[in-house]
Nanobody
């Protein structure tokens, strides 16, 4: 079994920054793509960013130029640096990982952008 534990959410003012972390643990023999999704109240969960084990990244158009995804393969950890945050970025952010040929999700961390 693989566990994903997120941290780093919170309340931030518009134009502020936050960094989310997600650490994978457990019986991992293969950790492939990792990513972040988010779900705002009343909306469907949407992709934010993904990164392969080799560092290839993809971003949603709404966060390009503001968010940066990265990973530390030695620590089985993925990060999401979020800059120039907007109120519309408010959501629960979920970590996602392909590990041992299965898909795993974290429990989610709340990000609120408000003055």
């Amino acid at each position: 079994q693989v566990q994903l534990v997120e941290s780093g959410g919170g309340l931030v003012q518009p134009e502020g920054s936050l960094t989310l972390s997600c650490a994978a643990s457990g019986s991992i023999f293969s950790l492939n793509a990792m990513g972040w999704y988010r779900q705002a109240p009343g909306k469907q969960r949407e992709l934010v960013a993904t990164i392969t084990r080799y560092g290839t990244t993809t971003y949603a158009d709404s966060v390009k130029g503001r968010f940066t995804i990265s990973r530390d393969n030695a620590k089985n950890t993925v990060y999401l640096q979020m800059d120039s945050l907007r109120p519309e970025d408010t959501a629960v952010y979920y970590c996602n990982a392909g590990a041992n040929f299965q898909i795993y999700w974290g429990q989610g961390t709340q990000v609120t952008v408000s003055s």
